[in-house]
């Protein structure tokens, strides 16, 4: 599977210097909280495709490490979606992705749990220049399968963990 990914990020870097339209970007995150011994390590990077200044298509790949207390949980999610901005000028762009997230988590000697979700997710993108722009994403509003294990779930969720900050370069 690490092959095939590989593959694929070679694929689309390839493609990507080639294409007007392309972007990438991604997110990272690193917590530590020594009180209760958890850490956590998020890597998700991003490849999508502007068809004019209104829609994009892309996907995001995500893969994260948590350890709390003795047990430790590998995680991979693959995460495609349609971008629809509804806002632009000189600096600034609102958008609502919607998208459709599919992963699994796998506990150390453990089982392996499946999940998924599909919503809506608003963001902004602050332009930084002719390629690079900050992005945020905040909340969610849908329906999520067994993420972190509770079952069935819909409704809105604007929590502090539905907050992702990153980056974009757009080629």
Do not use: C
Not at 54 to 80: C, Q, R
Request: glycine share 12%; charged share 20%.
């Amino acid at each position: 599977m690490k092959k095939a990914l590989l593959v694929v990020a070679v694929l689309m870097a390839t493609i990507a210097v080639k294409a007007q339209g392309i972007y990438v970007g991604g997110s990272l995150s690193a917590w530590r909280n020594t009180t209760e011994n958890f850490s956590s390590f998020t890597i998700a990077p991003e490849v999508g495709y502007n068809f004019n200044e209104t829609w994009a298509i892309g996907a995001e790949l995500g893969y994260s490490h948590d350890y709390m207390e003795g047990l430790k949980v590998n995680s991979f999610a693959i995460a495609p979606y349609i971008r629809w901005s509804y806002y632009e000028n000189d600096a600034v762009r609102l958008f609502l992705d919607g998208a459709a997230t599919v992963g699994f988590n796998k506990v150390k000697d453990g089982e392996t749990f499946k999940y998924g979700q599909v919503g809506l997710r608003p963001g902004i993108a602050v332009k930084l220049n002719d390629h690079f722009s900050f992005v945020a994403k905040y909340g969610f509003l849908g329906y999520q399968r067994n993420v972190n294990g509770e079952g069935d779930a819909f409704g809105i969720d604007f929590s502090s963990e539905k907050l992702s900050l990153g980056f974009q370069y757009a080629f």
